[in-house]
């Protein structure tokens, strides 16, 4: 079945540092991926998303690049600010029977001033 | 605007009592989800709806019940609490998860079952 894997966290960065946090999947062929993020207290909300292969999804100076020769989508950030600090969840649609997302297990990241 | 809101927002049940968590949204969306997230587990899939009446197992089902009478209203029941269901529970919405992919959370409701 589909699933997503991700890096384990937590994540311990300092400010103004460089984030890559490591997103592979496996599915049936090359569905819509995306990045969540869930900061303290709260449910999650999209960051990001690509919906086919090579695409780049950016938002808020997050990127990822979707690459199906390496079934990744890593989430990468030149310069990371303590607002970043938070829960991220790398997810892959699954288009079967109407839709979900299927998620990972999520990485936690903490950047300290 | 309201968004999506659950409701209780903590909960502690002993074993075996049973209660509904409430979820509404006022977007109009058709698909409605919960999810459960552990410790290193990530979100998993308890069961969905993709349209008002209609409902489908995800992940995790076992132990869980859902209806969707309304379209802005999706409830998850549990007859009979097990401490293997303490955990934050997330209802989600989306209006088309297959055009766009962006589901709209809630703030989330943690139980504990004792």
């Known amino acids: 079945g589909n699933s997503v894997t991700q890096m384990e966290g937590p994540v311990t960065l300092s400010e103004e540092a460089f984030l890559t946090i490591n997103c592979t999947y496996t599915a049936t062929g090359y569905p819509s991926l995306f990045w969540y993020v869930q900061y303290p207290g709260e449910g999650l909300q999209l960051l990001l998303k690509a919906t086919k292969a090579d695409d780049k999804g950016s938002n808020k100076g997050f990127e990822a690049t979707y690459r199906k020769e390496t079934t990744s989508f890593h989430l990468e950030k030149g310069s990371v600010q303590v607002s970043d600090s938070a829960v991220y969840f790398c997810?892959?649609?699954?288009?079967?029977?109407?839709?979900?997302?299927?998620f990972g297990q999520g990485t936690e990241l903490s950047v300290k001033p | 605007n309201a968004g999506v809101t659950q409701t209780p927002k903590f909960r502690v049940l002993k074993t075996g009592q049973s209660m509904t968590l409430l979820c509404a949204q006022d977007m109009n969306h058709e698909y409605m989800y919960w999810y459960r997230q552990d410790p290193g587990m990530g979100l998993r899939l308890i069961h969905y709806?993709?349209?008002?009446?209609?409902?489908a197992k995800g992940e995790v089902p076992d132990g869980y019940n859902v209806s969707r009478l309304k379209k802005q209203n999706f409830l998850l029941g549990l007859e009979s609490a097990a401490p293997s269901q303490t955990s934050v529970y997330f209802c989600?919405?989306?209006?088309?998860?297959?055009?766009?992919?962006?589901?709209?959370f809630g703030e989330g409701s943690r139980l504990t079952v004792l």
């Open positions: 997810a892959l649609l699954d288009a079967y029977q109407g839709g979900k997302l299927i």
């Open positions: 709806s993709v349209g008002e009446g209609t409902t």
């Open positions: 989600a919405s989306s209006y088309s998860v297959r055009d766009t992919g962006e589901l709209f």
